[in-house]
């Protein structure tokens, strides 16, 4: 066991340094403006909860590797939903048992008995998957420090139905009712089963949502929010997700979603619903689920999606991580003939990153297009915002990441009422024969226009048209020359009304050099110290002491270099890691 343990250290150090801190963030394809892990693999996002100004967003990772294995939670949080401070796993695999995905939320009223000092606890409610026999169960955590460091609750698990798959809880805290509500899948029966609690400990079975809509693939990830319905002040619907692991309109795992009512015990869809309704028709959105406890007087219901898809998300060519998030956005509800459906906006925090930009009032396609390349406007990373005005049947649309051969096409097409995005030739497509193709989603014109709003990244294209009532979301892997920008259609075709682009700064780079904006916690000036105040040598495979605890400590910038590393062991686990604070412990990892 030692001598694994001390292997796989060995390992982790050895993986760690390959890409020296200097360099994170700069490597090819590194995304500039969305989340992504310094190293490993990532999948789903998990426990988001936003408590004391901070965003949490803890997610699927593998702390030893860039493929799916060791299934832990990683963590990072954020003050504004675009920069990124990365913080220690909050929960390891332990005892056989992987961490899957979960919720968390704030127990403002102590139910759970975990709070100390009056003083309410964070709760994380996830999913323990055990690898040395077919179960999966409920299982719960807490913190008393800002989700610095959480404890495993001894009574897990708090709920067990003895089935091999069974997971992703969602949990919720409903008024009317005064207790929590758990959404939780059992992925095989296609369904959705409600369970409710007084404390966060004791569960009771209340009823179940499906099988319905989209039932290829299994059902994973759900989640269950009322959402404010557009232009009506005051008035909301509830939404109930489903993410599916395969059978998605552009192919591979999505996510569908429901819309009707929730009475506290039952979720009841509306009669008008047209069923399957997706939320995003691209390649690359999947296990979206919302953040808990956003504050009133915010009131916005937002949610993050992981940018990848199951049928190649473990080859995708980047190093040293994998996987993406999607931006966060902000969800409404749209009424339309047919019933409702979900917007999605990126969030408006987004805007901060805008840097150069340029407008242009109105024209036919070829002023904007020669106006375009008068102004050399290109980018690896953009925000654009056009409205066109739909003129007869013919499509139009935008080319983005263009060059050297390589473009990603969105295309408009009235005639069909359909948008489209092409990745056939954006760039690296090689690595999976399912990765190239066209995508497309239902596109309704509205008062004769059609606006889109694209952010283009290092490495993914995301398209919301008609304040996204129909999102594309795509990973895309050019060249970083291949920047250009173009639009396109004929002369008799459309007419853009109005054509805003910006470029959009790194919330990276920055990186590494101890600003608060993706400050890296194998970057921190921390020096570790014993509790008798000695200096301690953080080294691969050491044991500390079960009560061994350090005090961190500011220290000059000599003696930084030689302490940088250290916190990527995996037997220290930093606690306090605030730039302000600069108080930790190491902890003896469990054997
Ligand atoms: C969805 C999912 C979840 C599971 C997790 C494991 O992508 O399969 O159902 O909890 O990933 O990593």
New binding site residues.
């Given amino acids: 066991m030692r001598i694994l343990r001390l292997t796989a250290v060995a390992l982790l150090l050895a993986c760690a340094f390959h890409v020296s801190a200097a360099e994170l963030y700069h490597e090819p394809f590194r995304p500039q403006f969305h989340f992504t892990p310094e190293r490993n693999w990532m999948?789903?996002p998990n426990g988001m909860v936003f408590f004391k100004g901070e965003y949490h967003l803890f997610y699927?990772y593998n702390p030893f590797g860039d493929k799916?294995g060791h299934?832990s939670w990683g963590h990072a949080v954020s003050r504004d939903l675009v920069h990124w401070e990365h913080l220690p796993v909050a929960l390891p695999e332990e005892n056989g048992v992987m961490i899957?995905?979960g919720s968390a939320v704030v127990d403002w009223k102590n139910t759970s008995g975990f709070g100390q000092d009056g003083a309410p606890p964070l709760v994380a409610i996830y999913?323990g998957?055990y690898t040395k026999r077919p179960l999966q169960n409920q299982h719960i955590a807490y913190s008393t420090d800002r989700g610095r460091t959480w404890t495993k609750f001894s009574g897990n698990p708090v709920l067990d139905i003895g089935e091999k798959d069974f997971?992703?809880p969602k949990v919720f805290w409903h008024e009317p009712t005064r207790r929590w509500v758990m959404a939780v899948?059992w992925?095989v029966k296609r369904n959705v089963r409600f369970y409710a609690s007084p404390n966060l400990k004791q569960w009771t079975h209340l009823s179940d949502f499906g099988p319905t809509g989209s039932t290829n693939g299994i059902w994973?990830?759900p989640d269950l929010f009322p959402v404010r319905l557009e232009g009506k002040p005051g008035e909301s619907k509830w939404v109930l997700i489903v993410?599916v692991?395969s059978g998605a309109p552009a192919g591979g795992?999505g996510c569908q979603y429901f819309v009707g009512d929730f009475d506290g015990t039952r979720f009841t869809l509306d009669e008008a619903s047209q069923l399957p309704l997706w939320a995003d028709y691209g390649r690359d959105f999947?296990?979206a689920v919302s953040w808990s406890d956003i504050p009133k007087h915010d009131g916005r219901r937002l949610w993050i999606g992981?940018m990848s898809n199951?049928e190649y998300a473990g080859v995708v060519p980047t190093s040293p991580w994998r996987s993406a998030m999607s931006l966060p956005r902000e969800l409404l509800l749209r009424r339309v003939d047919e019933g409702f459906r979900l917007l999605q906006t990126p969030v408006r925090e987004l805007r901060k990153l805008r840097s150069q930009h340029v407008r242009n009032r109105g024209g036919t396609v070829d002023e904007i297009a020669q106006w375009l390349r008068q102004k050399n406007v290109r980018g690896a990373q953009l925000e654009i915002d056009v409205d066109f005005e739909v003129r007869g049947a013919a499509a139009f649309g935008l080319k983005v990441r263009q060059g050297n051969g390589e473009e990603t096409v969105i295309r408009c097409e009235p005639a069909s009422q359909r948008l489209f995005l092409d990745r056939a030739r954006s760039g690296k497509t090689d690595f999976h024969a399912k990765f190239p193709g066209i995508y497309e989603a239902p596109l309704r014109v509205r008062e004769g226009g059609v606006r889109l709003q694209v952010f283009v990244d290092t490495s993914s294209v995301e398209v919301f048209a008609n304040d996204g009532e129909a999102v594309l979301t795509s990973l895309v892997l050019p060249v970083s020359s291949s920047s250009g920008l173009e639009v396109w259609g004929t002369e008799t075709g459309p007419k853009v009304r109005r054509f805003d682009i910006w470029k959009l700064r790194s919330v990276w780079r920055e990186y590494g050099s101890g600003r608060r904006s993706g400050m890296a916690t194998t970057s921190l000036p921390f020096i570790f110290l014993t509790a008798k105040g000695e200096k301690l040598d953080v080294r691969a495979g050491m044991s500390l002491g079960a009560d061994d605890y350090c005090l961190v400590r500011g220290m000059d910038d000599k003696a930084r270099s030689a302490e940088l590393h250290s916190a990527v062991s995996q037997n220290c686990i930093l606690r306090g890691v605030s730039q302000s604070e600069y108080a930790g412990t190491c902890r003896r990892p469990a054997d």
Avoid: I, K, L, V
């Fill in positions: 999948n789903d699927q799916w299934m899957f995905s999913t998957h997971r992703d899948a992925p994973e990830c993410n692991g795992s999947y296990a992981w199951w």
